[in-house]
DNA sequence: AACGTACACTTAT
DNA sequence: ATAAGTGTACGTT
């Protein structure tokens, strides 16, 4: 299958995605937009909307290596809640700091969701901007508020 | 191939 | 507040 390309708006950024079928090879955020589309959940998700990003596939989970297990973890923690970096490094048998490089490098934030991870203390950090983290953070908070108020 | 350094961390002084 | 421990990647010898 064919890879295409496209990106939609996300607050000030705009988020650019390789996709084939439901497989996502890359996401990156950018300052300005690309034409084409993006798969309808990160559509939804950019909207604000509490989309399930587990049901597209990316190419970072595959194969045994250390990183691809590390990014299944992080996969399981789901919309509105966090862990930690530590967290994670306990759960795949390594230590927190590869955990952190793994985020640094993942191919396809969101889809992968490495801004829900954060540290025992503070944030952490995210490329290109932590400020995209803590809106991510925020509006998953609101999204999953069980009574408006 | 060894060595040093740089990290999206954590825990212990 | 500072330092030491930790695993991997990457640039320099």
């Given at each position: 299958?064919?890879?295409?390309?496209?990106?939609?708006?996300?607050?000030?950024?705009?988020?650019?995605?390789?996709?084939?079928?439901?497989?996502?090879?890359?996401?990156?955020?950018?300052?300005?937009?690309?034409?084409g589309t993006v798969p309808g959940p990160?559509?939804?998700?950019?909207?604000?909307?509490?989309?399930?990003?587990?049901?597209?596939?990316?190419?970072?989970?595959?194969?045994?290596?250390?990183?691809?297990?590390?990014?299944?973890?992080?996969r399981d923690v789901s919309y509105g809640?966090?862990?930690?970096?530590?967290?994670?490094?306990?759960?795949?048998?390594?230590?927190?700091?590869?955990?952190?490089?793994?985020?640094?490098?993942?191919?396809?934030?969101?889809?992968?969701?490495?801004?829900?991870?954060?540290?025992?203390?503070?944030?952490?950090?995210?490329?290109?901007?932590?400020?995209?983290?803590?809106?991510?953070?925020?509006?998953?908070?609101?999204?999953?508020?069980?009574?408006?108020?």
């Amino acid at each position: 299958m064919a890879i295409v390309s496209g990106s939609c708006r996300l607050g000030l950024w705009h988020v650019h995605v390789w996709w084939s079928g439901n497989v996502v090879h890359r996401v990156r955020f950018a300052t300005t937009g690309i034409s084409g589309t993006v798969p309808g959940p990160v559509l939804r998700y950019c909207a604000g909307m509490p989309a399930d990003l587990s049901v597209l596939g990316s190419i970072a989970l595959d194969g045994d290596s250390l990183s691809a297990e590390i990014y299944r973890a992080v996969r399981d923690v789901s919309y509105g809640s966090t862990a930690t970096y530590g967290a994670i490094a306990a759960r795949t048998g390594t230590a927190p700091r590869v955990v952190g490089r793994a985020m640094a490098h993942n191919p396809t934030p969101l889809v992968i969701p490495c801004h829900r991870i954060v540290g025992a203390r503070g944030i952490g950090g995210f490329t290109p901007s932590v400020e995209i983290k803590e809106a991510l953070l925020s509006m998953e908070r609101k999204g999953t508020r069980k009574v408006p108020r």
